[in-house]
């Protein structure tokens, strides 16, 4: 398809974020497929939470919060929450009739004619006013480099690649990382694998009690300072801590949760401190989370010196055509659903400024 077709917007990603502005979009009185079209690569509804491994179970899951319009009720805890959430946001796209386009890739956005965007896609290509976008983190695992990491003869995988505890029994495993899934990794892997040793950058910060409103606003304020500074967005876990349950506290008694210090290259048959010590290894887990997947943005230059693209609200200071919603303080699921009904709110604004809106 050669010639682009015209919307007031487009939406790229159907997860949270993107199903949020979605479900804005339709009820300030843009109609599906004619004023904005919601673009997703995924193959099934369910945004990330499809590629979870089966053994995260939706019990596990910390808080996932319903999206706008449609609570989540009755969902089974043991269930997987690939399958729960999958299946929410199936009932979610069809209840609200969001048509979402799957799977569609977008390789580019760049400038078009008369101030519009060209969304550059698999489909072919689509004119619009304005784009939010919505992409998350999943496409774009991190992988830190360590010297020595060419030459170990073990495996090596990251949380995106991990399938369940299972295939790593009888083996010793190396899980990197201080964040959620390197927790339940752990606690997951404890049960088949000959042997587990946990390593971190930074001292893991364990949270007791309640996360109130007050820390919430406190922890969401520090990310989105630094994407107001145009730097790359720590994710909110980082400033929240990790979650003191039943499990961690027994993983914690059991030593399963024994923090060691971040070793300092990795040899052929494991890991090795300076100071001496090595450690055996037949796997090492990178639980070393995620960037945004923002390469598709390339063209339009938003990115500042700093690495990161500088974000008033959900605006790009840059563009104020383009918002990234679940980015930097609105990547929890509470803050996505509230960053898109904020994205909303500024688009009519700015497409108002030329001409009314469809109603």
Not at 128 to 137: D, K, M, P, Q, V
Not at 211 to 231: K, N, T
Not at 259 to 284: E, K, L, S
Not at 292 to 315: F, M, N, Q, Y
């Amino acid at each position: 398809m050669n010639e682009s077709r015209e919307v007031e917007v487009v939406v790229i990603g159907a997860g949270q974020a993107g199903l949020s502005s979605a479900y804005h979009l339709r009820r300030s009185g843009f109609t599906p497929d004619h004023d904005f079209v919601v673009l997703d690569h995924s193959p099934a509804p369910g945004g990330a939470w499809q590629f979870r491994w089966p053994s995260l179970t939706y019990g596990k899951v910390h808080g996932m919060h319903a999206l706008p319009g449609m609570e989540l009720t009755d969902a089974d805890p043991g269930r997987p929450s690939a399958e729960v959430i999958g299946a929410y946001f199936d009932r979610y796209e069809r209840a609200f009739d969001l048509r979402v386009r799957r799977p569609v890739d977008v390789r580019a956005v760049r400038e078009g004619d008369g101030g519009r965007l060209l969304v550059e896609t698999s489909d072919g290509t689509w004119s619009t006013r304005a784009l939010i976008n919505a992409t998350g983190t999943w496409d774009r695992p991190f992988w830190p480099r360590y010297p020595g990491q060419e030459t170990f003869r073990g495996r090596q995988l990251h949380t995106a690649q991990y399938a369940g505890p299972e295939e790593f029994a009888g083996q010793r495993v190396v899980v990197v990382g201080g964040g959620a899934s390197g927790t339940q990794h752990l606690l997951e892997l404890a049960r088949y694998a000959a042997a587990t040793t946990w390593v971190t950058r930074r001292p893991p910060v364990f949270r007791e009690g309640p996360f109130d409103q007050e820390a919430g606003r406190a922890a969401v304020a520090l990310v989105e300072e630094r994407v107001r500074q145009g730097l790359p967005p720590h994710s909110v876990v980082s400033v929240t801590g990790l979650p003191l349950n039943d499990a961690v506290r027994q993983g914690l008694a059991d030593g399963v949760l024994d923090r060691q210090p971040m070793f300092d290259r990795i040899t052929p048959d494991g890991v090795a401190w300076d100071d001496g010590r090595h450690v055996t290894a037949d796997v090492i887990l990178w639980a070393t989370g995620f960037r945004a997947a923002l390469d598709h943005l390339r063209p339009l230059r938003l990115r500042e010196p700093g690495g990161g693209i500088r974000v008033e609200g959900t605006r790009a200071v840059a563009d104020p055509r383009v918002h990234l919603v679940g980015y930097g303080p609105s990547a929890s699921t509470i803050g996505a659903n509230r960053a898109g009904r904020a994205a909303v709110r500024d688009i009519r604004r700015l497409l108002s400024e030329d001409q009314p809106v469809a109603a």
